[in-house]
């Protein structure tokens, strides 16, 4: 195991009415002028951004606010979102919604702040250092953004899908309130399934040796999706299978199962292509990137897929052959996905084989490599969406 630094200073309000006490977490904070940011009209239809209004009103907090965020947030949105907070003078954001609101708030917290273009901190040309406080009411178990400092925008003009990170954007707090997530459709609760399994995947996979403690979260998180989201796809009001969900969403991305291991992240960048090009929902894309990422890389330590084959999907190891069980392992992981309604190929996302060339250009490494399990060059990213697009059970 590495040496490391683990922060992780958020506080979470977790279960039922939880939401009932944004207006003292705001107080608590600091905040004294809100922004609401929310997405589509179901926080509204709900009743949920009324009961925030009410929460803020009774701690004595003002609010704006700013509705709209769609699937794979926008930079339209943030600069919309900066010009509001700079004229309100707004103090705290609580972003109302999942992993694409809370994203938003995060770049527009960023901006508020920054005498330049918000857009640099995704492009690398700056680095995050200080923003306004924020704080959010998850909607959708997923992204796991309301536990960390990271955040993904969507370049409108080219479609590029860039992230940033930085512990000044860490929410201050958090709302968990599963009841919230209860009326997602199973279609958006098996894509948030597996973007919870893909930040897991993408720290286990590692070099990094000695690292028990963390494989064993890791795959506890991995095992309680596999057990847990059949039972929401055929309750969507088994609160307790939401509960485990939702945590679950939190666990995986604010890196408490990857401390001290190598990571490596190509899964999430392959994807924010083709989400970026489609606008398909992230989970969805994951589906169908991550067995084809798995099975292109698998060689480079058999004995890892082996092992979480056997862990988390209960294949029986064959000793002679553990090529078999690694295979065995990503079969199984693609089988759990069509068995929650996901897609497993290009076809079914909807995406094209002769797009190919233009993902890989968009991924942008150039002539470099990338990766952190396995360095990648564009002609392994191609193979990996071929793959992808080939892929049957």
């Known amino acids: 195991m590495q040496d490391f630094t683990f922060y992780s200073p958020t506080k979470f309000a977790f279960g039922r009415d939880a939401e009932t006490r944004c207006g003292e977490l705001v107080k608590e904070f600091g905040g004294s002028r809100v922004l609401i940011h929310y997405g589509g009209g179901s926080a509204v239809r709900s009743g949920l951004i009324d009961r925030v209004k009410k929460s803020l009103d009774d701690a004595g907090v003002s609010?704006?606010?700013?509705?709209?965020?769609?699937?794979?947030?926008?930079?339209?949105?943030?600069?919309?979102?900066?010009?509001?907070?700079?004229?309100?003078?707004?103090?705290?954001?609580?972003?109302?919604?999942?992993?694409?609101?809370?994203?938003?708030?995060?770049?527009?917290?960023?901006?508020?702040?920054?005498?330049?273009?918000?857009?640099?901190?995704?492009?690398?040309?700056?680095?995050?250092?200080?923003?306004?406080?924020?704080?959010?009411?998850?909607?959708i178990a997923a992204a796991g953004s309301e536990g960390s400092g990271d955040s993904v925008i969507t370049k409108k003009s080219t479609m590029e899908k860039r992230g940033t990170g930085g512990e000044c954007i860490r929410p201050k707090f958090s709302v968990l309130n599963p009841a919230l997530t209860q009326t997602l459709p199973a279609y958006q609760t098996a894509c948030g399934v597996t973007d919870i399994m893909a930040h897991v995947f993408e720290r286990y996979f590692t070099n990094t040796k000695n690292v028990e403690t963390t494989d064993r979260l890791c795959e506890a998180v991995l095992t309680a999706m596999k057990n847990e989201a059949p039972k929401v796809i055929a309750d969507p009001n088994d609160y307790e299978a939401r509960a485990n969900i939702m945590w679950a969403g939190m666990v995986a991305h604010n890196n408490i199962v990857g401390v001290g291991r190598d990571q490596d992240w190509n899964s999430h960048g392959i994807e924010h292509e083709l989400s970026g090009l489609y606008d398909c929902a992230h989970g969805a894309g994951l589906a169908v990137i991550m067995p084809a990422w798995m099975t292109y890389v698998m060689k480079h330590d058999v004995m890892r897929f082996a092992q979480v084959a056997v862990r988390v999907w209960g294949c029986d190891m064959d000793y002679a052959n553990p090529e078999a069980t690694a295979l065995a392992g990503i079969k199984a992981f693609r089988t759990f996905l069509r068995g929650i309604g996901m897609p497993i190929n290009f076809e079914e996302?909807?995406?094209?084989?002769?797009?190919?060339?233009?993902?890989?250009?968009?991924?942008?490494?150039?002539?470099?490599?990338?990766?952190?399990?396995?360095?990648?060059?564009?002609n392994d990213i191609a193979a990996i969406y071929k793959l992808a697009a080939e892929a049957t059970l």
């Open 63 to 139: 609010y704006v606010e700013l509705g709209g965020v769609h699937p794979n947030p926008l930079d339209e949105m943030v600069y919309t979102g900066i010009d509001l907070c700079r004229a309100e003078n707004v103090d705290f954001i609580v972003a109302v919604g999942g992993g694409s609101t809370i994203d938003s708030a995060k770049a527009i917290a960023l901006g508020t702040l920054y005498d330049g273009d918000f857009w640099d901190f995704y492009s690398g040309a700056a680095a995050p250092s200080k923003a306004l406080p924020v704080g959010t009411v998850l909607t």
């Open 349 to 378: 996302l909807g995406a094209k084989v002769e797009d190919i060339p233009a993902l890989v250009e968009k991924f942008g490494i150039g002539d470099g490599k990338t990766g952190g399990f396995v360095n990648l060059d564009r």
